[in-house]
């Protein structure tokens, strides 16, 4: 079974500088990525995703992120953040249907508190 | 273009009384349907899917029951709550297999549950 970790459950960041958010995933066979962005008590926005073709991601609000097989990750990145990226970042995971996946849904890490500080 | 909408997006509840939050999607069809917990600093638990009317799959065992009687409603339901089902709730829905796809989930904007 497949399995993500996001390696930091605070990131804080001063306000215009870049930022990175990590994330690793676990898995035998080939996935799909998703980055999804939570403002407090709302539901789940997806920011990008990664299902084939190019590593480099672009998503809304001016982040991207970036597949890497080899090393299993798909870290956020954002240049220059600001007040309003302050929030909760969830790494998910599913497997595609060529690959076995099934409609369990995606599988999420723990998430990832980004504080923008001004 | 496809909504999700979930509700209530508040509740508090008593110890024992009964629940039920309801879900419905629009401007699609045959979807999979999905109600996720999330519990402070522990992400997101998926406690059930759901791929057509009438078929429902628990991944955790619970105190908690879901029904989905018509192609685009989901219903979380419980009889007695307790302390420890408090928590924030949310539904989603992604493509059906139908459409050869397994991607990305939409999620509506979640019921906070507090049980007192």
């Known amino acids: 079974a497949q399995s993500v970790t996001q390696l930091d459950s605070q990131v804080p960041v001063f306000e215009e500088a870049p930022v990175e958010l990590r994330c690793n995933y676990s898995?035998?066979?080939?996935?799909?990525l998703f980055w999804y962005v939570q403002y407090p008590n709302q539901g789940l926005q997806l920011l990008l995703k990664?299902?084939?073709?190019?590593?480099l991601v672009k998503g809304i609000n001016g982040f991207e992120a970036e597949f890497n097989k080899s090393q299993t990750s798909f870290h956020l990145r954002k240049p220059s953040v600001h007040i309003s990226d302050t929030a909760e970042y969830f790494c998910?995971?599913?497997?595609?249907?060529?690959?076995?996946?099934?409609?369990?849904?995606?599988?999420f890490g723990k998430g990832t508190h980004l504080i923008i500080q001004p | 273009s496809q909504t999700i909408h979930q509700w209530p997006a508040t509740l508090v509840q008593p110890v024992g009384s009964p629940l039920s939050l309801e879900c419905t999607v629009e401007?699609?069809?045959?979807?999979?349907l999905y109600w996720y917990r999330q519990a402070a600093g522990r992400g997101l638990q998926l406690l059930f899917y759901?791929?057509?009317?009438?078929?429902i799959s628990s991944e955790v065992p619970q105190n908690l029951s879901a029904s989905r009687p018509q192609d685009r409603q989901f219903i979380l339901s419980s009889k007695k709550l307790l302390l420890s089902d408090s928590g924030f709730y949310l539904c989603?829905?992604?493509?059906?297999?139908?459409?050869?796809?397994?991607?990305?989930?939409?999620f509506g904007q979640g019921t906070r549950l507090t049980v007192v």
């Open positions: 989603a829905w992604s493509e059906g297999w139908d459409r050869g796809r397994n991607t990305e989930a939409f």
């Open positions: 898995s035998s066979v080939s996935v799909y």
């Open positions: 990664y299902l084939s073709g190019s590593t």
């Open positions: 998910a995971v599913t497997l595609p249907m060529y690959s076995g996946g099934g409609a369990d849904g995606l599988t």
């Open positions: 401007g699609t069809s045959n979807p999979n």
């Open positions: 759901s791929v057509g009317i009438g078929q």
